[in-house]
């Protein structure tokens, strides 16, 4: 008996979901909105928002407008008035000497965090004292700066600076380094081996080699740390209140209180004078977000 056979005609194409001639396969679930975790982040949106506009509309009100009106409500009458008033209460010099502290402070901890933390991941294997200076540096971020502000002015006195902008420098720099070798530290010791010994074989020194390799690599991790250490000295308030003493080393955070009287505070300048402070922070932020976003989210898609 003879079997005939036939050949298997070919079938149409089908997709997943079982059109024929489909090419793209549909989800197999459903997508979900996470309800909880946008309304949550509306929610904080909100509660960060509100003080932030209750402030730049209370700067355009008038004294008597600010007790009379809405605190919410936008000004009827707005005014430059406080503004004006801020500025002629000597701004300029307490600007002027809040970017010479800050600056002042920042480049050199960040200059010395960097040259230390490059020591402590290249030489920590070989040098007992690195070791130890690594520790002494982790001991440094347990040491809050109120528990130390007593033995800070005993000394400010012993070296006759008290009252002036370095005795605000010092200590800053002081409280900055900890932290800033710890980040920096993480950061090169994130860069791979490989490349220094393809330098050192080229016949760099470790001089050259921290500034040609380590310095552009790490530099993310440097814009962050000069932030995040640049935002805390500019908003500093209890070196200089202890540390200074006349109007005319005063600092930004201090001439705030230009504007409190014996019977009362004149709250639309305060207002104003805290939206001035809070411009060149926003500005730096501004120029230097990509770098700071970089170096707050490295190391997470490893």
């Avoid at 001639?21 to 909880?36: C, D, E, L, T, V």
């Avoid at 909100?46 to 209370?58: A, D, G, K, L």
């Avoid at 920590?124 to 002494?136: C, D, E, H, I, K």
Wanted: overall charge positive; aromatic content about 12%.
């Amino acid at each position: 008996m003879a079997i005939s056979t036939r050949p298997a005609l070919p079938r149409p194409a089908t997709s997943v979901s079982g059109s024929p001639g489909g090419s793209h396969a549909k989800p197999s679930s459903a997508r979900r909105w996470n309800w909880f975790g946008g309304g949550f982040g509306w929610l904080w949106l909100v509660v960060v928002m509100v003080p932030i506009y209750w402030i730049v509309i209370t700067s355009f009100k008038t004294r008597a407008n600010y007790y009379a009106e809405n605190p919410l409500a936008p000004p009827t009458q707005p005014t430059l008035e406080n503004y004006r008033q801020v500025i002629e209460a000597d701004f300029t010099r307490y600007f002027a000497n809040s970017v010479i502290v800050t600056a002042g402070a920042t480049l050199p901890a960040v200059l010395i965090s960097f040259m230390a933390a490059y020591a402590i991941v290249r030489g920590s294997g070989a040098s007992r004292f690195l070791r130890s200076a690594n520790g002494v540096f982790l001991m440094g971020l347990a040491i809050p700066l109120q528990a130390v502000i007593i033995p800070i002015y005993l000394i400010i006195i012993r070296l006759q600076m008290y009252d002036t902008l370095l005795a605000i420098i010092l200590p800053s720099i002081a409280f900055a380094i900890p932290l800033s070798v710890l980040v920096l530290a993480n950061f090169i010791r994130d860069v791979p081996k490989e490349l220094f010994e393809s330098m050192r074989l080229d016949g760099a020194t470790e001089w050259g080699t921290l500034w040609r390799l380590a310095f552009p690599l790490t530099r993310p991790a440097l814009v962050t740390v000069i932030i995040y250490q640049g935002l805390g000295i500019w908003n500093g308030f209890i070196l200089p209140l202890i540390l200074t003493q006349s109007p005319e080393q005063r600092t930004l955070p201090l001439g705030l209180w230009s504007f409190q009287g014996q019977y009362g505070v004149n709250v639309p300048a305060v207002l104003a004078s805290v939206v001035l402070t809070t411009l060149p922070v926003l500005i730096c932020y501004a120029i230097g977000r990509r770098q700071l976003l970089s170096g707050l989210t490295a190391g997470f898609g490893k």
